[in-house]
């Protein structure tokens, strides 16, 4: 199986990133971008018996290791 | 009195931290690698700065589980005072020993210079021996420094005094150009409820000598000793760039 989990700021955090690559669109021409969130993004292969449980797996990842609650939250994808 | 100065693979202040301990301040002081299940009887622990795993992932995500860190937070649960100097603040966060997270500087520039901090309280083993509103010339050094925390986690740090030091103007006032990185209340560093965890991301350990510019951060390393009751070793005189803070005996 294989978990695709995306990992960005929350909406209510500041993302000093995002708002450089912002501005950095905008002197390329790019002004109908309003807004860019910076993430992170990781790909599991998870030996699982089912999509459920890979996704149970990489949840568990996800909360213990690729994002920091404080900051981030995550969203995740399963394929066989 | 005895420090132990965590070694994580990629840390880079850790002899500056033992420096500061053993030759500065005549102290007892060890090197302890992360894989270590002992923290060798230290009456003191700190946690350093540099990068350690590479901040891979994030800023001290991967350090959080080394194995040090199980005795790290027993060491902390008893009550025995651990300073988090930047890396070692910022993993004290991942680590839960501290509420909030850092994110990028405001800017995004790595920030390399000498700051002034204000200490804020003077109720916590790293801040005894300093005057309450102090102002201290110290050096800070980082790329992530700009602490965040939920509204409601920052308005609980000011309710119980904990944060400890915020970056200011020379003359102590707290004003947004004063703050290097954006950090949310200009908060340099924060304490526990318990009060003896202690994280900032200004480095007193490379302040502790007149040669290098301040000696500034003597006051951090001499208030955990007088804390535990230690005996100066060394016959020195450690003025401080903002006055004297104290004369060494033997």
Known sequence: MRARVYVTLKPSVFDPQGTTVTEALHTLGYGSVKDVRQGKYFELDIEAPSADEARRLASEAADKLLANPVIESYRIEVTA | ?250
């Not at chain 2, 100065?5 to 033992?18: E, I, L, Q, T």
């Not at chain 2, 937070?73 to 009550?79: L, P, S, V």
């Not at chain 2, 801040?127 to 308005?155: D, F, K, M, W």
Request: aromatic share 6%; glycine share 12%; net charge negative.
């Open chain 2, 1 to 250: 009195m005895k420090f132990a100065v965590v070694v994580f693979p990629g840390s880079n202040c850790d002899h500056d931290a033992y420096y500061a301990s053993k030759n500065v301040l005549g102290q007892d002081a060890e090197l302890v690698w992360h894989k270590d299940h002992s923290l060798r009887g230290a009456d003191v622990v700190i946690l350093p700065g540099g990068f350690a795993h590479g901040d891979y992932l994030r800023t001290g995500a991967i350090a959080r589980f080394s194995p040090i860190m199980q005795d790290v937070k027993a060491f902390a649960a008893a009550g025995g005072p651990v300073l988090g100097i930047c890396n070692g603040f910022q993993i004290l966060l991942e680590a839960g020993l501290l509420p909030g997270a850092m994110l990028r500087n405001r800017g995004l520039h790595f920030r390399c210079e000498h700051v002034h901090i204000k200490v804020e309280q003077t109720d916590t083993p790293f801040t005894a021996a300093a005057q309450s509103g102090q102002v201290l010339r110290i050096p800070i050094a980082h790329g992530e420094g700009n602490y965040y925390a939920e509204p409601e986690v920052v308005e609980r740090l000011e309710k119980n005094r904990q944060i400890i030091f915020r970056y200011v103007t020379p003359s102590g006032d707290v004003t947004d150009a004063a703050n290097p990185n954006g950090s949310v209340h200009n908060i340099a560093g924060i304490t526990n409820d318990a009060r003896n965890v202690v994280g900032l991301m200004p480095h007193p350990e490379r302040a502790c000598e007149l040669a290098v510019g301040s000696a500034d951060g003597l006051v951090v390393f001499q208030s955990a000793i007088n804390g535990v009751g230690g005996h100066l070793k060394r016959t020195a005189s450690v003025a401080s760039t903002s006055g004297v803070v104290g004369v060494l005996d033997k």
